[in-house]
Protein backbone atom coordinates (compact mmCIF):
# COMPACT_ATOMS: atom_id res chain seq x y z
CA UNK A 1 0.00 0.00 0.00
CA UNK A 2 1.23 3.65 -0.43
CA UNK A 3 1.97 5.91 2.10
CA UNK A 4 -1.18 7.87 2.70
CA UNK A 5 -1.10 11.93 2.30
CA UNK A 6 -0.90 14.28 5.39
CA UNK A 7 -4.36 15.50 4.83
CA UNK A 8 -5.80 11.76 4.97
CA UNK A 9 -3.65 10.61 7.96
CA UNK A 10 -4.52 14.12 9.85
CA UNK A 11 -8.35 12.58 9.54
CA UNK A 12 -7.43 9.62 10.83
CA UNK A 13 -8.37 8.25 14.44
CA UNK A 14 -11.94 7.84 16.16
CA UNK A 15 -14.76 9.47 15.34
CA UNK A 16 -15.27 13.21 17.16
CA UNK A 17 -17.15 13.60 19.91
CA UNK A 18 -20.41 16.01 19.87
CA UNK A 19 -20.26 17.86 22.43
CA UNK A 20 -23.22 18.33 25.47
CA UNK A 21 -24.33 21.93 25.01
CA UNK A 22 -23.22 24.41 22.14
CA UNK A 23 -20.00 24.35 20.21
CA UNK A 24 -18.64 28.25 20.18
CA UNK A 25 -15.59 29.48 20.95
CA UNK A 26 -16.76 32.88 23.00
CA UNK A 27 -18.28 31.29 25.99
CA UNK A 28 -18.98 31.94 29.17
CA UNK A 29 -19.62 30.64 33.51
CA UNK A 30 -22.08 31.34 35.58
CA UNK A 31 -21.92 31.67 39.40
CA UNK A 32 -25.10 29.80 41.06
CA UNK A 33 -25.96 29.26 44.15
CA UNK A 34 -28.33 29.92 47.14
CA UNK A 35 -28.29 33.40 48.30
CA UNK A 36 -25.32 34.70 50.93
CA UNK A 37 -23.22 31.66 50.09
CA UNK A 38 -20.30 34.04 48.69
CA UNK A 39 -21.09 34.26 44.87
CA UNK A 40 -20.87 38.29 44.88
CA UNK A 41 -17.86 38.75 47.12
CA UNK A 42 -16.50 35.83 44.86
CA UNK A 43 -16.93 37.63 41.62
CA UNK A 44 -15.65 40.70 43.35
CA UNK A 45 -12.31 39.17 43.86
CA UNK A 46 -12.27 37.20 40.72
CA UNK A 47 -12.61 39.83 38.74
CA UNK A 48 -11.52 42.53 41.13
CA UNK A 49 -14.53 44.61 40.44
CA UNK A 50 -16.37 46.71 42.48
CA UNK A 51 -20.86 44.85 42.70
CA UNK A 52 -23.17 44.86 45.34
CA UNK A 53 -22.55 41.55 47.96
CA UNK A 54 -24.47 43.04 50.95
CA UNK A 55 -25.88 40.48 53.36
CA UNK A 56 -29.60 40.41 52.10
CA UNK A 57 -31.17 37.94 50.13
CA UNK A 58 -31.38 38.91 45.95
CA UNK A 59 -28.83 41.80 46.42
CA UNK A 60 -27.64 41.25 42.58
CA UNK A 61 -30.64 41.05 40.39
CA UNK A 62 -28.92 41.83 37.02
CA UNK A 63 -26.63 39.74 36.64
CA UNK A 64 -22.75 41.18 36.54
CA UNK A 65 -20.77 39.70 33.86
CA UNK A 66 -16.45 40.03 33.43
CA UNK A 67 -13.82 38.84 31.56
CA UNK A 68 -11.31 37.15 34.00
CA UNK A 69 -7.63 36.61 32.52
CA UNK A 70 -6.77 33.32 32.67
CA UNK A 71 -3.12 32.49 34.53
CA UNK A 72 -1.03 31.10 31.71
CA UNK A 73 2.95 30.80 32.06
CA UNK A 74 3.43 29.97 28.58
CA UNK A 75 1.47 33.30 27.37
CA UNK A 76 4.22 34.91 30.03
CA UNK A 77 7.26 33.77 28.64
CA UNK A 78 6.12 34.56 24.76
CA UNK A 79 5.45 38.10 26.17
CA UNK A 80 8.84 38.29 27.81
CA UNK A 81 10.69 37.35 25.06
CA UNK A 82 9.11 39.00 22.07
CA UNK A 83 8.13 42.06 24.02
CA UNK A 84 5.27 43.03 22.30
CA UNK A 85 3.64 46.60 22.09
CA UNK A 86 -0.08 44.86 22.67
CA UNK A 87 -0.30 42.19 24.76
CA UNK A 88 -3.73 40.00 25.02
CA UNK A 89 -4.33 37.10 27.60
CA UNK A 90 -6.88 34.24 27.05
CA UNK A 91 -10.29 35.54 29.12
CA UNK A 92 -12.83 33.41 31.09
CA UNK A 93 -16.04 35.43 30.52
CA UNK A 94 -17.81 34.68 34.60
CA UNK A 95 -21.20 35.85 35.26
CA UNK A 96 -22.11 36.62 39.18
CA UNK A 97 -26.18 35.13 38.66
CA UNK A 98 -28.35 36.49 41.72
CA UNK A 99 -29.38 33.71 44.63
CA UNK A 100 -31.88 30.90 43.82
CA UNK A 101 -34.32 29.48 46.37
CA UNK A 102 -36.61 26.72 46.63
CA UNK A 103 -39.19 27.07 44.29
CA UNK A 104 -37.07 29.48 42.00
CA UNK A 105 -38.53 26.83 38.82
CA UNK A 106 -42.25 27.88 39.82
CA UNK A 107 -41.13 31.56 40.00
CA UNK A 108 -40.14 31.91 43.93
CA UNK A 109 -37.21 34.92 44.99
CA UNK A 110 -37.67 36.35 41.02
CA UNK A 111 -36.16 32.43 39.85
CA UNK A 112 -37.49 32.92 36.57
CA UNK A 113 -35.54 35.54 35.48
CA UNK A 114 -32.48 34.30 37.38
CA UNK A 115 -32.79 30.60 35.63
CA UNK A 116 -32.83 32.25 32.28
CA UNK A 117 -29.96 34.20 32.94
CA UNK A 118 -28.71 30.36 33.92
CA UNK A 119 -29.71 29.22 30.28
CA UNK A 120 -27.37 31.90 28.88
CA UNK A 121 -24.39 30.42 30.19
CA UNK A 122 -22.25 27.26 29.19
CA UNK A 123 -21.37 26.17 32.10
CA UNK A 124 -21.59 26.38 36.10
CA UNK A 125 -19.76 27.35 39.16
CA UNK A 126 -22.15 25.84 41.58
CA UNK A 127 -20.91 27.67 45.00
CA UNK A 128 -21.99 26.19 48.12
CA UNK A 129 -21.61 27.39 51.98
CA UNK A 130 -19.47 25.37 54.48
CA UNK A 131 -18.78 27.97 56.96
CA UNK A 132 -20.70 29.46 60.18
CA UNK A 133 -21.07 32.77 60.64
CA UNK A 134 -23.74 34.39 62.48
CA UNK A 135 -22.66 38.08 60.95
CA UNK A 136 -24.17 35.86 57.70
CA UNK A 137 -27.28 34.51 57.81
CA UNK A 138 -28.88 32.04 55.88
CA UNK A 139 -31.89 31.69 53.85
CA UNK A 140 -32.83 28.05 55.67
CA UNK A 141 -31.66 29.54 59.06
CA UNK A 142 -29.26 26.53 59.49
CA UNK A 143 -25.67 25.80 57.26
CA UNK A 144 -26.06 22.17 55.37
CA UNK A 145 -24.13 22.59 51.83
CA UNK A 146 -25.49 19.20 50.93
CA UNK A 147 -29.23 20.14 51.40
CA UNK A 148 -28.41 23.58 49.72
CA UNK A 149 -26.54 21.55 46.82
CA UNK A 150 -30.00 19.59 46.64
CA UNK A 151 -31.92 22.35 46.75
CA UNK A 152 -30.62 24.18 43.64
CA UNK A 153 -30.19 20.95 41.51
CA UNK A 154 -33.51 20.24 42.19
CA UNK A 155 -34.84 23.39 41.07
CA UNK A 156 -32.49 23.50 37.41
CA UNK A 157 -33.82 19.74 36.96
CA UNK A 158 -37.26 21.00 37.85
CA UNK A 159 -36.75 24.50 35.16
CA UNK A 160 -35.35 21.85 32.48
CA UNK A 161 -38.54 19.40 33.02
CA UNK A 162 -40.66 22.58 32.71
CA UNK A 163 -39.40 23.31 29.06
CA UNK A 164 -39.29 20.50 27.80
CA UNK A 165 -42.49 19.45 28.56
CA UNK A 166 -44.13 22.80 26.80
CA UNK A 167 -42.20 21.89 23.86
CA UNK A 168 -44.08 18.34 24.13
CA UNK A 169 -47.42 19.63 24.87
CA UNK A 170 -47.24 22.46 22.04
CA UNK A 171 -45.76 20.26 19.43
CA UNK A 172 -48.44 17.11 20.15
CA UNK A 173 -50.89 17.41 17.77
CA UNK A 174 -48.44 18.41 14.47
CA UNK A 175 -46.36 14.99 14.96
CA UNK A 176 -49.35 12.74 15.11
CA UNK A 177 -50.14 14.56 12.03
CA UNK A 178 -46.78 13.78 10.52
CA UNK A 179 -46.21 17.77 9.86
CA UNK A 180 -42.03 18.05 9.62
CA UNK A 181 -41.43 14.49 8.69
CA UNK A 182 -38.73 12.20 9.90
CA UNK A 183 -36.80 14.88 11.51
CA UNK A 184 -39.28 16.51 13.43
CA UNK A 185 -40.82 13.18 14.94
CA UNK A 186 -36.99 12.17 16.01
CA UNK A 187 -37.01 15.21 17.87
CA UNK A 188 -39.89 14.95 19.33
CA UNK A 189 -38.99 10.96 20.38
CA UNK A 190 -35.43 12.32 21.46
CA UNK A 191 -37.35 15.24 23.70
CA UNK A 192 -40.05 12.80 25.23
CA UNK A 193 -37.06 10.86 26.47
CA UNK A 194 -35.25 13.69 27.89
CA UNK A 195 -38.34 14.31 29.86
CA UNK A 196 -38.58 10.71 31.22
CA UNK A 197 -34.89 10.64 32.08
CA UNK A 198 -35.33 14.53 34.03
CA UNK A 199 -38.70 13.46 35.36
CA UNK A 200 -36.81 10.63 37.36
CA UNK A 201 -34.62 12.87 38.90
CA UNK A 202 -31.90 12.69 36.97
CA UNK A 203 -29.40 15.49 35.03
CA UNK A 204 -29.28 15.56 31.10
CA UNK A 205 -25.71 15.39 31.40
CA UNK A 206 -25.97 12.05 33.05
CA UNK A 207 -27.06 10.08 30.75
CA UNK A 208 -25.10 8.22 27.72
CA UNK A 209 -26.50 10.07 24.31
CA UNK A 210 -25.86 9.55 21.12
CA UNK A 211 -24.43 11.94 18.83
CA UNK A 212 -27.77 12.57 16.46
CA UNK A 213 -29.64 12.97 20.23
CA UNK A 214 -27.14 15.32 21.25
CA UNK A 215 -27.50 17.30 18.30
CA UNK A 216 -31.21 17.58 19.12
CA UNK A 217 -30.56 18.01 22.84
CA UNK A 218 -28.53 21.42 22.52
CA UNK A 219 -31.22 22.95 20.56
CA UNK A 220 -32.83 23.24 24.26
CA UNK A 221 -30.40 24.71 26.09
CA UNK A 222 -30.67 22.21 28.96
CA UNK A 223 -29.34 23.78 32.07
CA UNK A 224 -28.66 20.45 33.65
CA UNK A 225 -26.45 19.87 30.10
CA UNK A 226 -24.65 22.27 31.44
CA UNK A 227 -20.77 21.35 32.64
CA UNK A 228 -20.54 21.88 36.30
CA UNK A 229 -17.46 23.01 39.01
CA UNK A 230 -18.44 22.90 42.17
CA UNK A 231 -16.53 25.46 44.36
CA UNK A 232 -16.91 24.74 48.48
CA UNK A 233 -16.99 28.04 50.43
CA UNK A 234 -14.68 27.41 53.71
CA UNK A 235 -14.21 30.17 56.61
CA UNK A 236 -10.24 31.46 56.29
CA UNK A 237 -9.09 29.24 59.30
CA UNK A 238 -11.03 26.37 57.76
CA UNK A 239 -9.53 26.55 54.88
CA UNK A 240 -6.23 27.38 56.00
CA UNK A 241 -6.14 24.21 58.52
CA UNK A 242 -7.76 21.87 55.51
CA UNK A 243 -10.16 21.37 58.00
CA UNK A 244 -14.35 21.22 57.70
CA UNK A 245 -16.62 18.63 58.93
CA UNK A 246 -18.56 19.06 55.54
CA UNK A 247 -16.23 18.49 52.79
CA UNK A 248 -16.22 13.99 52.97
CA UNK A 249 -20.23 14.49 52.84
CA UNK A 250 -20.02 16.72 49.92
CA UNK A 251 -17.34 14.75 47.67
CA UNK A 252 -19.37 11.65 48.22
CA UNK A 253 -22.78 13.76 47.63
CA UNK A 254 -21.04 15.35 43.93
CA UNK A 255 -19.76 11.58 43.54
CA UNK A 256 -22.96 9.52 44.08
CA UNK A 257 -24.38 12.14 41.42
CA UNK A 258 -22.57 10.26 39.01
CA UNK A 259 -22.13 13.21 36.38
CA UNK A 260 -17.71 13.24 36.74
CA UNK A 261 -18.07 16.96 38.25
CA UNK A 262 -15.07 18.54 39.92
CA UNK A 263 -15.25 19.74 43.62
CA UNK A 264 -12.48 22.50 45.16
CA UNK A 265 -12.35 23.97 48.31
CA UNK A 266 -11.09 27.16 48.33
CA UNK A 267 -11.92 30.22 51.09
CA UNK A 268 -13.47 33.78 50.15
CA UNK A 269 -12.38 35.20 53.21
CA UNK A 270 -8.84 33.90 52.20
CA UNK A 271 -9.07 35.17 48.79
CA UNK A 272 -9.94 38.71 49.70
CA UNK A 273 -7.14 38.29 52.41
CA UNK A 274 -4.67 37.95 49.84
CA UNK A 275 -6.08 40.50 47.45
CA UNK A 276 -5.62 43.26 50.20
CA UNK A 277 -2.15 41.77 51.04
CA UNK A 278 -1.17 42.47 47.11
CA UNK A 279 -2.60 46.08 46.79
CA UNK A 280 -0.26 46.47 49.37
CA UNK A 281 2.45 45.87 47.21
CA UNK A 282 5.04 42.33 46.58
CA UNK A 283 6.02 42.74 50.33
CA UNK A 284 3.02 42.68 51.76
CA UNK A 285 1.82 39.68 49.67
CA UNK A 286 4.96 37.79 50.23
CA UNK A 287 4.35 38.47 54.27
CA UNK A 288 0.89 37.04 54.15
CA UNK A 289 2.34 34.16 51.80
CA UNK A 290 4.77 33.56 54.18
CA UNK A 291 2.55 33.23 57.59
CA UNK A 292 0.07 30.52 55.78
CA UNK A 293 0.55 27.07 54.52
CA UNK A 294 -2.46 27.76 52.01
CA UNK A 295 -2.09 29.07 48.48
CA UNK A 296 -4.56 30.66 46.46
CA UNK A 297 -7.86 28.80 44.85
CA UNK A 298 -8.38 31.34 41.99
CA UNK A 299 -5.88 29.85 39.49
CA UNK A 300 -7.30 26.31 39.39
CA UNK A 301 -10.63 27.22 39.34
CA UNK A 302 -9.81 29.40 36.73
CA UNK A 303 -8.15 26.75 34.80
CA UNK A 304 -11.13 24.16 35.55
CA UNK A 305 -13.47 26.63 34.76
CA UNK A 306 -11.50 26.19 31.17
CA UNK A 307 -11.26 22.26 31.06
CA UNK A 308 -15.08 21.69 31.41
CA UNK A 309 -15.84 23.55 28.43
CA UNK A 310 -13.17 21.72 26.27
CA UNK A 311 -11.34 25.24 25.88
CA UNK A 312 -7.91 25.50 24.66
CA UNK A 313 -5.91 28.56 23.11
CA UNK A 314 -2.93 29.22 20.70
CA UNK A 315 -0.70 31.87 20.19
CA UNK A 316 -0.07 34.51 17.78
CA UNK A 317 3.42 36.24 18.25
CA UNK A 318 5.25 39.00 17.22
CA UNK A 319 7.34 42.43 18.30
CA UNK A 320 3.57 44.03 17.69
CA UNK A 321 1.39 41.43 19.73
CA UNK A 322 0.95 38.51 21.74
CA UNK A 323 -2.50 37.21 22.00
CA UNK A 324 -4.35 34.03 23.17
CA UNK A 325 -7.01 32.98 20.88
CA UNK A 326 -9.49 30.66 23.02
CA UNK A 327 -11.13 27.39 20.89
CA UNK A 328 -12.68 24.62 21.61
CA UNK A 329 -10.72 21.22 21.78
CA UNK A 330 -10.38 19.50 18.29
CA UNK A 331 -11.03 22.49 15.91
CA UNK A 332 -9.76 22.40 12.74
CA UNK A 333 -7.16 25.13 11.86
CA UNK A 334 -9.63 27.22 9.43
CA UNK A 335 -12.37 27.06 11.98
CA UNK A 336 -9.07 28.48 14.41
CA UNK A 337 -8.40 30.93 12.06
CA UNK A 338 -12.18 32.13 11.73
CA UNK A 339 -11.76 33.14 15.13
CA UNK A 340 -9.19 35.98 14.40
CA UNK A 341 -11.68 36.75 11.42
CA UNK A 342 -14.13 35.44 9.19
CA UNK A 343 -11.62 36.11 5.92
CA UNK A 344 -9.06 34.06 7.44
CA UNK A 345 -11.62 31.13 7.22
CA UNK A 346 -12.64 31.59 4.38
CA UNK A 347 -9.57 32.26 1.99
CA UNK A 348 -7.74 29.61 4.44
CA UNK A 349 -4.18 27.88 2.25
CA UNK A 350 -2.24 26.55 5.51
CA UNK A 351 -1.27 27.40 9.10
CA UNK A 352 2.40 27.19 9.98
CA UNK A 353 2.89 25.66 13.44
CA UNK A 354 5.29 26.09 15.69
CA UNK A 355 5.30 24.23 19.12
CA UNK A 356 5.69 25.67 22.14
CA UNK A 357 7.92 22.92 23.45
CA UNK A 358 10.26 23.47 20.91
CA UNK A 359 10.14 27.56 20.95
CA UNK A 360 10.71 27.30 24.73
CA UNK A 361 13.60 24.57 23.71
CA UNK A 362 15.07 26.74 20.76
CA UNK A 363 15.00 30.13 22.41
CA UNK A 364 13.42 31.83 20.01
CA UNK A 365 11.50 31.66 16.07
CA UNK A 366 14.68 32.08 14.20
CA UNK A 367 16.16 29.37 15.71
CA UNK A 368 13.22 27.48 15.21
CA UNK A 369 13.05 27.58 12.03
CA UNK A 370 16.84 26.87 11.22
CA UNK A 371 16.48 23.56 13.31
CA UNK A 372 13.23 22.70 10.67
CA UNK A 373 10.82 22.68 13.62
CA UNK A 374 8.02 24.72 11.32
CA UNK A 375 5.21 22.36 10.49
CA UNK A 376 2.99 23.56 7.21
CA UNK A 377 -0.51 22.09 8.57
CA UNK A 378 -3.79 21.99 6.17
CA UNK A 379 -7.59 22.03 6.30
CA UNK A 380 -7.96 19.01 8.99
CA UNK A 381 -5.37 20.26 11.03
CA UNK A 382 -6.60 19.87 14.51
CA UNK A 383 -5.07 22.68 16.43
CA UNK A 384 -3.38 21.64 19.56
CA UNK A 385 -3.36 23.57 22.98
CA UNK A 386 0.06 25.84 22.96
CA UNK A 387 0.66 26.15 19.61
CA UNK A 388 1.76 29.01 17.84
CA UNK A 389 0.40 29.97 14.29
CA UNK A 390 0.68 31.52 11.58
CA UNK A 391 -2.14 31.35 9.19
CA UNK A 392 -1.78 31.92 5.46
CA UNK A 393 -4.53 32.99 3.50
CA UNK A 394 -6.27 34.43 0.10
CA UNK A 395 -7.26 38.14 0.45
Not at 268 to 277: I, K, R
Not at 286 to 298: I, N, S, Y
Not at 300 to 305: L, Q, R, S, T
Not at 326 to 351: L, S, Y
Amino acid sequence: MGKKSKAAAETDGPPKRVILGRARNNVSIGIVGLPNVGKSSFFNVLSKLSVPAENFPFCTIEPNTAKVPVPDKRYRHLCETFKPKSKVAAVLTVTDIAGLVRGASEGAGLGNAFLSHIQSVDAIFHMTRAFEDKNVSHVDESVDPVRDLDTIHNELRLKDLDNVTKYLDGNKKNIDRGVGGKEAKFKFSVAEKARDWLDAGNDIRKNKWDTKEIEVLNEFLFITAKPMVYLVNLSKKGYENKRSNWLLKIDEYVKNRGCNDIMIPFSVAFEEALLDAELGGPEEKKKFLAGTKARPALPKIIHKGYEVLDLIHYFTCGTDEVKCWTIRQGTHAPKAAGVIHTDFEKGFICAEVIKYSDFKELGSRQEVVKQGKVSQRGRNYEVEDGDIILFKFNN
